[in-house]
């Protein structure tokens, strides 16, 4: 009987070490029970001398650019092309990332699906410590990217007058000329993962890549027919005709005040009966800058002159509320 009791004892003793050394193992560095999704293997030097970071390069970057095709400075306006090196994929980061903060492995992977496609990342800029801009939340990106693979790249400036992502970055950041003062600026990027929906959601997750390098600024003058940076260029001019514009834009009281008047149409676009193919009205597209609380900024309208059987009538109105396009602007880019 004895015997009996010190062999259960023996068994109970040597479970509950097994228990008390599986806890430290999974505490002190041992294999976590999350389960991750599986990564593209990334074996090429390029990966694995830098990852976390984000690497420049004036030249296409491919991932098996050589490393002596990456640049520490930079003009700004030059071409300019970014890869971010991740240690894991943007999903399987935040998964470790909510797993590292306290919340248990097994909830992480009861709620593990959405990741494969809820998983997206920003590119965040920095220019002298202060954040200006971030690429946009609503950029789709391809799902396995997002759950298999541990790099990313994005353009900064790829040297055309296409706009891939993370030129979006350049475009918000030539907008601020007072931040573009000559001489050399240190410009940082983060990548951030973020989910869009459900589980996880509205956790803060930390960058999975960083990267700085010194920009370099011209003394030059700002263009103010650069449609990016500026205003786009007037396809009519009709100083009358602008004057009624800014009329018509002061009569709804906005709250601000309108300062140039761009006519973005190159004609007006005639709205007819489709029964009769008399005119109704006609309407015309303009761009306004203008400036409210010391901000400069523009946005596009469309305004219209009814006919009344005869003429079109000397009023003019504002068709609508704007189109969604207002932006900011640096307030040099109105004619002084």
């Known amino acids: 009987m004895k015997k009996i009791i010190l062999f259960a004892c023996l068994v109970l003793s040597i479970n509950s070490q097994a228990q008390l050394l599986g806890k430290l193992k999974e505490k002190v560095g041992g294999k976590s029970k ?4 599986p990564e593209e293997k990334l074996d090429m030097p390029q990966y ?35 890869r971010a090196w991740f240690a894991n994929s943007p ?7 909510l797993e590292q903060s306290g919340i248990k492995p097994k909830e992480i992977n009861e709620n593990r699906g959405p990741f494969e496609y809820q998983s997206k ?41 296409d706009l891939y992502f993370g030129e979006s970055l350049m475009i918000d950041l030539k907008r601020k000329q007072d931040l573009l003062t000559p001489g050399t600026h240190k410009l940082k990027i983060e990548v951030v993962p973020f989910k869009t929906a459900g589980f996880g959601d509205n956790f803060d997750y930390k960058p999975i890549a960083v990267g700085e390098i010194d920009m370099i600024v011209k ?13 786009p260029k007037a396809k009519m001019t009709d100083k009358a005709l ?52 010391g901000k400069c900024s523009y946005d596009e309208y469309s305004f219209a002159q ?22 900011e602007i640096s307030c040099k880019c109105f004619t002084p």
Not at 34 to 37: A, F, G, Q, R
Not at 219 to 231: G, Y
Not at 267 to 278: D, F, L, M, P, S
């Open 34 to 37: 999350l389960e991750l999704y």
């Open 48 to 82: 694995q001398n830098n990852i976390g970071k984000v690497c420049f390069s004036n030249e296409e970057f491919e991932r098996t650019l050589p490393e002596s095709k990456y640049i520490k400075t930079y003009t700004f306006g030059d071409k300019l092309s970014m």
């Open 91 to 97: 999903a399987n980061s935040m998964m470790l990332q």
């Open 121 to 161: 990342i920003l590119f965040v800029l920095y220019l002298d410590g202060q954040k200006v801009t971030n690429t946009s939340y609503a950029f789709k990106f391809k799902e396995s990217d997002m759950h298999g693979l541990a790099t990313h790249r994005a353009e900064f400036n790829d040297g055309t007058d």
């Open 219 to 231: 003394n030059t003058p700002i263009d103010r027919n650069d449609p990016q940076a500026c205003l």
């Open 242 to 293: 602008e004057a009624k514009i800014i009329a018509a834009y002061k009569n709804r009281n906005y709250g601000d005040t309108p300062k140039e008047v761009r006519i973005t149409s190159d004609r007006w676009y005639i709205a007819k009966n489709e029964y009769t193919g008399i005119p109704l009205r006609r309407t015309i597209n303009v761009t306004i800058g203008k400036t409210k609380d």
């Open 306 to 327: 009814d006919y009344d059987g005869n003429q079109y009538q000397n009023e003019l109105y504002l068709l609508g509320e704007g189109i969604g396009t207002k932006r």
